[in-house]
């Protein structure tokens, strides 16, 4: 969609020393989803951070209209509203997505042709999941879509493979170490690049 699709709510500039906003998002919203487990854990390793607070954006608690639209109606809106905002106020992002038959849910694709200027010079990683692939595909189709929204995808990303069996009924780790590496690693990316291009942003109006 073009920019002002969905309307921009972004803040005003803030401090480059302040924390960094991490928006997390559950991409998927089918029946007897798995995502918000894996989405619960990736979250409080975050929050343990100082120099981060943690957004969590469950797709399937926000559902964004369907019929993409430059003129959202009354009930649109209200819809936008509860993610939109969010979004523009992220300075990173992590994307929680399962794999569906080679590639990522529709609702995740739905919400990011929704948004555009939302995405813009902010920094993406991945914590997928699913089977033998760990969801790695998912992750693979993303990077370009998200790469035309001018958004930068980092390098590492968290993945769990045949990830049902991986964790307890109370949402922890069986064996959390290499998790907790990867994991540890991706959001060490998130925050140099979230704290980078927050300031080039801030400075320098993005595309000007």
């Known amino acids: 969609m073009a920019p002002d699709t969905a309307v921009s709510t972004a803040a ?17 919203t089918r029946d007897g989803r798995f995502g918000p487990k894996v989405a619960e854990w990736f979250a409080a ?21 369907l019929d993409l639209t430059h003129r959202p109606g009354p009930d649109d809106l209200a819809a936008l509203e509860a993610v939109t ?18 590639s990522y849910p529709a609702a995740l694709k739905n919400a990011i042709d929704w948004h555009f200027t939302q995405w813009q010079a902010k920094p993406i990683g991945f914590v997928s999941y699913g089977g033998i692939s760990g969801g790695l595909r998912a992750v693979e189709h993303l990077r370009p879509v998200f790469a035309e929204v001018h958004a930068v995808t980092v390098r590492d990303t968290v993945s769990f493979h045949n990830a ?3 964790f307890e009924e109370d949402g922890r780790l069986k064996d959390s170490k290499g998790p907790d590496t990867a994991a540890g690693a991706m959001l060490n990316q998130l925050a140099w690049w979230a704290r980078a291009l927050r300031t080039a942003r801030t400075t320098h109006p993005y595309g000007t």
């Open 12 to 28: 005003a500039p803030t401090d480059t020393d302040s924390p960094i906003r991490l928006a997390v998002i559950v991409g998927s």
């Open 164 to 166: 049902h069996g991986l």
């Open 45 to 65: 390793h975050a929050t343990l951070r100082s120099d981060m607070t943690v957004d969590v954006i469950d797709l399937a608690e926000t559902p964004l209209p």
């Open 85 to 102: 905002p969010r979004l523009d106020a992220a300075d990173a992002f992590a994307v929680v997505t399962p794999e569906y038959n080679h």
